[in-house]
């Protein structure tokens, strides 16, 4: 098998966990918690190795997969984030905030202030407290019952809205109604995603439907605040990259990055396209029910 710059990591598994990545880090199903599980019960003993280390290539490796998957969303919603980026300059210019996109902008800077503060201060402690198989699993159980519950209380919200307006249509709340608060709340939701086995997308959405927005305007809003957020942490972990933790894994991180940018484009096409008419449900009980399986297989 090829190897990449040394023993570390093989080309085999660089891209495997890419592949990987630019799945679950999209689907509300936590890529981190999938990337300390699956090296595991796939006998990856070099992985495993590092992964609850204070200090390892580990780090160094999640970041670059995790720039991956935000360069694919970056691709994909090109358009948004020039229309976005333009919005907030506009705002600066004029001093006020009044179309829909400029809403939009400041949205995603609300989200991304308590994300990360929150992701400076803890992710060193969530990150080596959480990168265990068995911590994993049980947390996938509890990102699983999350979704299952976003849903449940979703559908009673608008069963008793329609109660109340007599059998009215449900009104379903617009991404651009949404205030700056409801950002903060939003950005708390998806600093879930620190902890290995809960989903950063899998809370926004959540927190998401519980504002009163609908599954595809919850899921788009999650891909964008995931962009910035996760670029800025890579930019923050470079040094992990380019520093002695780096040594060894540069070139498997690269290949995985890539790999992972190129299955968040397909991935994320195919999510927002599922997310018109379908739910949480089935990814909360894959959640559910993987994590019972590996929760017992780790035991």
């Not at 020039?82 to 400041?106: P, Y």
């Not at 439907?209 to 305007?217: E, F, P, Q, S, V």
């Not at 040094?239 to 397909?266: E, K, M, Y």
């Amino acid at each position: 098998m090829l190897v990449v710059a040394s023993s570390l990591i093989t080309t085999f598994q660089a891209i495997v966990l890419g592949a990987l990545q630019g799945v679950s880090e999209l689907f509300p199903i936590s890529s981190l918690g999938h990337t300390v599980i699956f090296p595991h019960l796939f006998g990856w003993n070099n992985i495993v190795a590092w992964q609850s280390q204070t200090e390892s290539p580990w780090l160094a490796f999640i970041v670059m997969l995790h720039v991956g998957s935000a360069i694919g969303l970056l691709i994909y919603f090109w358009r948004d984030w020039v229309e976005i980026i333009s919005a907030f300059f506009a705002t600066l210019a004029k001093r006020k905030i009044e179309t829909r996109a400029e809403r939009l902008a400041w949205l995603i800077i609300a989200a991304s202030i308590p994300t990360g503060l929150i992701g400076i201060v803890a992710e060193h402690a969530a990150r080596t407290a959480t990168a265990k198989p068995e911590v994993a699993s049980i947390f996938l159980m509890v990102n699983g019952l999350m979704l299952i519950g976003a849903e449940a209380l979703r559908r009673r919200a608008n069963a008793r809205e329609q109660q109340a307006r007599a059998g009215a249509q449900t009104q379903i709340r617009e991404i651009d109604s949404l205030k700056p608060r409801d950002g903060v709340v939003l950005g708390l939701g998806q600093s879930l995603g620190l902890i290995a086995g809960m989903s950063r997308d899998g809370a926004v959405m959540a927190t998401g439907l519980a504002t009163g927005l609908d599954n595809a305007g919850a899921a788009r809003l999650s891909f964008l605040f995931a962009t910035p957020i996760i670029l800025a942490a890579g930019l923050y972990k470079l040094p992990d990259l380019t520093g002695h933790n780096g040594s060894g894994i540069r070139g498997a991180a690269v290949i995985a990055a890539v790999v992972a940018a190129v299955v968040a484009v397909f991935t994320v096409h195919f999510l927002t396209r599922y997310f018109k008419r379908n739910n949480l449900i089935p990814f909360g009980l894959y959640c559910l029910l993987f994590g019972v399986a590996m929760t017992i297989y780790n035991a």
